[in-house]
């Protein structure tokens, strides 16, 4: 049995579970692993300096897949961004379909990848904002619940009433994203009227991420109760994993006289990438969302999709002993 959806369909994918783009995580050996598997994997372009490098990292993924993934590209404020241009121009002139847009101001992306064939899903933490990129021709959304690790915006909405409200709203497909990480989840996202989900911190945990068995280790050790949501302050919300880092960070940001130099010490994204390579999480801070409580194993991807779509199917099948006439 399987799970045909509109997302299935218009990705050209067996089942409806979509990688997140993870910093220094959505690399090829991960993404090819998902894709393989049935899913949609998706290559994080931000994590090569250059355009020229993230050209090769896409056709080293084509290498270890036949199957579809994409690129995420996320957008970063001004002042920090990288040549857009030059990765946009590499991932159309590379063969890829599909491309994740998050972040600010994706209106020329999604306007440019449009005009020449690409599938875009542009992440979004609310409606208003899902809306805005349905206008600018984002083909899917992908709405994240307040349960999710990164950036859950300062709206503090949680995926059971976020999602339904999206699915409302749209006419475009969503994908559920935030806190999803077995098939009872996907099952309740579809009830939910999304047409699959995006998983992030249950790709973490698998044997193919590239990441340290220790960091692993600490998704496995921790429970839904240990995240801890930083940068609150200065409006730009961050949900991390526990560490001694992230709590470090909580009881600065307590302080009354706190200012962002207190605090960048400990927040730059290469002490995170260090963290993540050597397994020394006092390095910096490790992302990861409230599906940690859901997590106990590190499977492969490929039995990681095939156990989550058996347990959506029986659950799903369930629910539809539970009707009566």
């Given at each position: ?70 690129v995420n590209l996320t ?169 001694a880092v992230s709590a ?78």
């Open positions: 049995m399987t799970i045909t959806t509109p997302i299935t369909t218009l990705l050209g994918i067996e089942h409806p579970i979509v990688q997140g783009g993870m910093m220094w995580v959505g690399r090829p050996e991960l993404v090819a692993a998902i894709s393989n598997a049935g899913g949609l994997g998706m290559l994080t372009a931000l994590i090569w300096p250059t355009a020229e490098e993230l050209r090769e990292q896409i056709a080293l993924t084509r290498s270890l897949t036949d199957k579809p993934f994409g957008l970063l404020p001004v002042g920090r961004a990288p040549d857009y241009p030059a990765l946009r121009k590499v991932i159309v002139e590379s063969g890829v379909r599909i491309v994740e847009t998050a972040g600010h101001s994706p209106h020329e992306h999604i306007a440019d990848l449009k005009a020449q064939g690409v599938t875009v899903i542009h992440k979004c933490t609310s409606v208003r904002h899902a809306l805005s990129a349905q206008k600018m021709g984002a083909d899917i959304v992908t709405i994240d619940g307040f349960e999710c690790a990164g950036h859950p915006g300062e709206d503090d909405v949680g995926g059971i009433v976020l999602i339904p409200a999206a699915v409302d709203a749209l006419s475009i497909p969503v994908l559920g994203c935030g806190g999803f990480a077995d098939g009872r989840g996907l099952a309740a996202a579809l009830a939910l009227g999304a047409q699959g989900i995006t998983m992030g911190t249950r790709f973490c945990a698998t044997v193919e991420a590239p990441i340290h068995d220790k960091v692993k280790q600490v998704i496995l050790n921790n429970d839904e109760r240990d995240t801890r949501l930083i940068l609150r302050g200065f409006k730009n919300t961050a949900r991390v994993a526990y560490t470090k960070v909580v009881e600065l940001s307590a302080r009354p006289d706190v200012d962002f130099e207190m605090l960048r010490p400990y927040v730059p994204g290469e002490h995170g990438r260090r963290a993540l390579e050597s397994g020394d999480i006092e390095q910096g801070l490790v992302w990861a969302s409230q599906a940690q409580g859901l997590i106990h194993d590190l499977p492969t991807c490929a039995q990681l999709i095939d156990r989550i779509m058996t347990q959506a199917q029986s659950v799903m099948a369930r629910s539809s002993d539970l009707v009566s006439a």
